[in-house]
């Protein structure tokens, strides 16, 4: 075999026991939020039409497609979650109860280059609010992150949220560099949210590009990157056109946060855009408080997705929450909980005349509800116990001649309980 054989492909993963349980012990977590904040799972198939995903602004998520063609259809292994949301919410336009609440904890494929907390496959948590157009929406979405955040051990302080509005940049730019060419704002979004990866100067660099769908005068390119280092909410209002209505929207946003008790986790940051086309209003993304890693997680609202798929107008807004990031972060702080299998007994026969018995009752515990597993072959006892104690399990139950004589089962309890009978029952 060759020996790249032995080996997931690049940026993949194997999910050993150990590795699965802390996903399981996650994605427990993702689920019992998303049930405390009233929301439905959903899911859709890893494969869908490529179509689906392909959009023109010069998103790096489309050019990382995992894509083929099979008897003629073009197909793609799903980057993301929210279009094949937006498809299953449009075959249904008419029939759904809104605002819905909708959640997701799907795989998905990108040809990413590989850096630290970025994978070519990566989990998301999406929770999604379809049909809602104020900001409440935000605000119960960031209050589900940060619920989220503190179940699974990590504290006030810990993480910390940059929220931005694509609604403000829209409104000012549209008042000034882009008055004639509303069509450059999303490829222009898409190129600004490379600021912190590639820096000032590269950015007006593509903003300028004559060849580029921008094509800014280099003193407007600067213009809009200076815009993104504001900080403060006044000073974006003082930058927007008067009344604006994104302003508006973010100051309730706050407002609801402090509600909420999260708003001294949260800051305004111009900087903040998302490298996604389809965002209209308040963008966010989730950072560890020293800006160590990636993002942990990010979303906004997309106001019109559901058009751009042909369907009627629907105000949506959700975010994506990845497990690599996370993973990385509660390693970090050492908060990377020990879990255990969750083996209760093991039971042995000692001999195999003894097995009838020992399976009728290994069945009994099952029954029950305890995790039972049972010695398949001929093992000796010591190493059965030796065995039973690095798994984990709670009880060793032997069931030899002498026990079947006298109709108990001999319990060994582990980490030092002592040893004891009990009748055989059934
Ligand atoms: P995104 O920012 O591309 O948004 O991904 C959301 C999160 O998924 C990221 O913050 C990160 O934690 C994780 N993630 C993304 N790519 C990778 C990767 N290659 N390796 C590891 N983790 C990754 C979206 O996907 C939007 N669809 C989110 C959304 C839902 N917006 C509205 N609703």
Redo the contacts with the bound molecule.
Sequence with gaps: MASSLLQAPR?TRDFYPEDLRFRTWLFDHFREVARRFGFEEVDAPVVEHEELFTRKAGEE?VE?LYHFELHGRKLALR?????S?ARMVRARAGGLRLPLRWFTVTQ?W?Y?RMTR??????F?W???VWGEPGVAAEAELLAAIFTLLRRIGLGAGQVRVQVNSRALLEETLRAGVLRDRPAAFEPLCVRIDKLSKIGADAVVDQLVDPAGPVGLPPADARDVVALLGLRSLDDAAAAAPAGSPAITDLRRLFELLEAYGVAAHVDFDASVV???A??TGIVF??FDAERKL???????R?DRLLETLGGPAMP???????????AELLAEHDLVPALSRGLDDVVCALGEAQRPAAIRLATRLREAGRSVELVLGDVRPKRVLDDADRAGARRVLFFGPDEAARGVVRVRELGGGGEHEEPLEG
């Design positions: 940026g998520i990382q980057p993301e979650m929210t279009p949301i998905n990108r990413e907390g970025r994978k070519r496959e990566h998301q999406n929770l999604d998302r490298g996604l389809y965002y993304e989730a990636r993002a942990v997680c990010g979303g906004g997309y949506a807004v959700g975010f994506g929450f990845g497990d690599v990031v996370i």
